[in-house]
């Protein structure tokens, strides 16, 4: 196997671990890393919605106590959580990857998702309406599910996406956070299936190592940020990451527009 092919791997699979669960876009991440080392082609593309699944099992590992016993309620949020952005995608993922899936456009996304996490968090936070997970009702879940069909604009943020909606309407900082993470389970290994099966002749078994490491990778790292997040919302609002995705989007156009880095459009 070639050495140069796993050190991507690697990387990716950091990337992916590391940003899939922060509201700073994971696909917005790779797309740009992607680019940086050279793992940008049809392949890599496939590579990196499969990956997303090892970080998810990161969620499973880590909430297996409740997706492992009977919890209809929960359940059944998921799946209506989960309906609106498979709708959407299913209908608009190839315009969306035709046009969107570049640096520019995923830095204007970065941008526009700072300054709305921004906004959000000067708002007057009153009495979250619904403090736990487990006090959602399906329609909470249906407006959350909303949110993350934004999170089809690459650079957006599924993570980004869910919680700031779920804040929106109502949900306190934490039950919001969780029912993301939870909504990742199914929203993940969906994209993961779908965009194998889509492109499963670009793919042989020679791929399997490069795939495994790069999933093993991202649940390790994704596995550390999920534990250390929980912990960081008890005490803190979204504000650093919010300036983190203003950064980030000025320093990936200010690079295009000087010509310091060949991005793609």
């Known amino acids: 196997m070639d050495t ?49 699944t090892g970080a998810m099992l990161a969620i499973v590992w880590e909430y297996r106590a409740r ?7 929960l359940y059944r949020n998921l799946f209506i959580a989960f309906l609106p952005a498979a709708i959407v995608g ?60 934004f999170a089809l604009i690459p650079g957006t943020s599924r993570s ?35 965009d194998l099966w889509k492109h499963r002749d670009l793919l042989s078994a020679a791929d399997l190592p490069v795939f495994g490491v790069g999933s093993v990778v991202a649940f390790v790292s994704a596995f550390v940020v999920i534990r250390w997040l929980i912990r960081y919302v008890a005490t803190h609002d979204f504000k650093p990451f919010a300036w983190y995705r203003i950064a980030f989007g000025a320093l990936v156009l200010f690079t295009a527009y000087f010509g310091w880095i060949g991005w793609t459009a």
């Open 4 to 52: 140069l092919l796993l050190l991507k791997a690697v990387i990716l699979g950091v990337v992916e671990g590391v940003t899939e669960f922060l509201p700073i876009s994971s696909t917005g991440h790779l797309i740009v890393a992607g680019e940086l080392i050279g793992a940008n082609d049809e392949r890599w593309n496939v590579f990196n919605v499969v990956i997303q």
């Open 67 to 73: 997706f492992f016993r009977v919890d209809f309620a």
């Open 90 to 149: 299913l209908l608009f993922s190839k315009l969306i990857k035709s046009y969107l899936f570049h640096a520019v456009p995923v830095a204007l996304a970065f941008i526009v998702g700072g300054v709305i996490i921004l906004l959000v968090e000067r708002r007057p936070r009153d009495h979250a309406r619904v403090e736990s997970v487990a006090a959602m009702t399906w329609l909470d879940a249906l407006k959350v599910g909303i949110a993350q069909c």
């Open 160 to 194: 980004g996406a869910t919680i700031i909606g779920g804040m929106l309407f109502g949900l306190s900082r934490r039950a919001a956070t969780e029912f993301s993470f939870f909504l990742a389970v199914p929203t993940l290994v969906a994209a993961g299936l779908y």
